[in-house]
Every structure is written in structure tokens, then in C-alpha cells.
């Protein structure tokens, strides 16, 4: 897990297409709640971090201050597992996530997320998912208590303040 303040350096060296070619073409975003440490690390990160306490204290934050799960550069049609368990692609460690909670399907450009039968329920967008949707950029999805920003890495690098044309 890396947070928004370690990937700007890399942001600022590479355009839009060579940071998606390390870190996929979309990231989840994610508030921090509980500082564990962590080694800066470009390959893909499999584990969102502890959300079992707040990190700041009344919900002020900072953006670089976010954690960014990367996800590595997929084919046309891909799809990975959200949830609790091990086996998941990327493992959410919290009481409130299913061990196989939600389901994001990558097919030619567009994401769509699913609940694989979760027991809390999956929500994009403060609205309960009850069949698949396709996801938007910057949209905002819920695990249980886990809330997670969808965001295209080209999105992310703006945030960031890297203007688009630059190398």
C-alpha cells in the first residue's frame, strides 16, 4: 500500500500511459485509519489497510495523505476478487468485509462491480448495489465500513496536480 504523497514522484517522471503501465488503468483510493508500517512498493498491493480505528480526528485529511491499492496493468477482460479471504486479488482486512465480498469485472475500457454475496452489503455511491453496475471515475463504493474511491490513474495524477501533458 502506497500512499497518494510516495506515487507522486513517480507521477510527475511518467505521461498518463507509462503510470498506467505500472499501476493499471484505475486505483482504489482509500482514507487511512490505522498507521501499521508499510515499505514503498511498486508491485501490486494485495492488502488495504486495518480500518478499525480513525487516523485524524474529526474526518479532516489530507489527499496526499490517501493510500492508493494498485492493481497490475490488466488484459482486455480481467476481473478481481475483493474481500477478507487470502485467496482474494486484493485482501481488505476488516470484520466488515466478506471473506469473497465484491467482484470488479475490467472488460475493453469499462469496470463494473458486483456483489458476490456479501453479508453487509456493497454500495456505490451511498446507494446499495443489487445487480452489477458499471463504475465511473471517482466513484465511491463501500464494503461494509470500508469506503474506497474507483479512480483512473489519469484522474489520480491530476489530483495529484501533474498536469496532463506533462512527462
Given amino acids: 500500500m502506497l500512499s497518494v504523497r510516495e506515487l507522486k514522484e513517480l507521477t510527475v517522471r511518467?505521461?498518463?500511459k507509462a503510470l498506467e503501465q505500472q499501476l493499471g488503468p484505475f486505483v482504489l483510493v482509500q482514507r487511512p485509519r490505522a498507521e501499521k508500517p508499510r515499505t514503498p512498493d511498486l508491485r501490486s498491493t494485495r492488502r488495504?489497510?486495518?480500518?478499525?480505528?480513525?487516523?485524524?480526528?474529526?474526518?479532516?485529511?489530507?489527499f496526499e495523505d490517501l493510500w492508493v491499492a494498485t492493481l497490475p496493468p490488466m488484459s482486455e477482460r480481467d476481473s478481481f476478487l475483493l474481500g477478507r479471504a487470502p485467496d482474494c486479488d486484493v485482501v481488505i482486512d476488516e470484520a466488515?468485509?466478506?471473506?469473497?465480498?465484491?467482484?470488479?469485472?475490467?472488460?475493453?475500457?469499462q469496470a463494473s462491480l458486483e456483489d458476490v454475496g456479501s453479508s453487509n452489503g456493497?454500495?456505490?455511491?451511498?446507494?446499495?448495489?443489487h445487480q452489477k453496475q458499471s463504475l465511473s471515475d471517482n466513484d465511491l463504493l463501500a464494503l461494509g465500513t470500508v469506503h474506497m474511491f474507483f479512480m483512473h490513474v489519469a484522474t489520480l495524477r491530476r489530483r495529484m496536480g501533474v498536469r496532463a501533458s506533462g512527462a
Fill in 96 to 109: 466488515t468485509v466478506s471473506t469473497h465480498h465484491a467482484r470488479i469485472d475490467w472488460v475493453d475500457g
Fill in 122 to 129: 456493497v454500495f456505490v455511491n451511498s446507494v446499495r448495489l
Fill in 14 to 16: 511518467l505521461d498518463v
Fill in 48 to 62: 488495504l489497510p486495518d480500518t478499525s480505528r480513525p487516523a485524524t480526528s474529526g474526518g479532516v485529511f489530507d
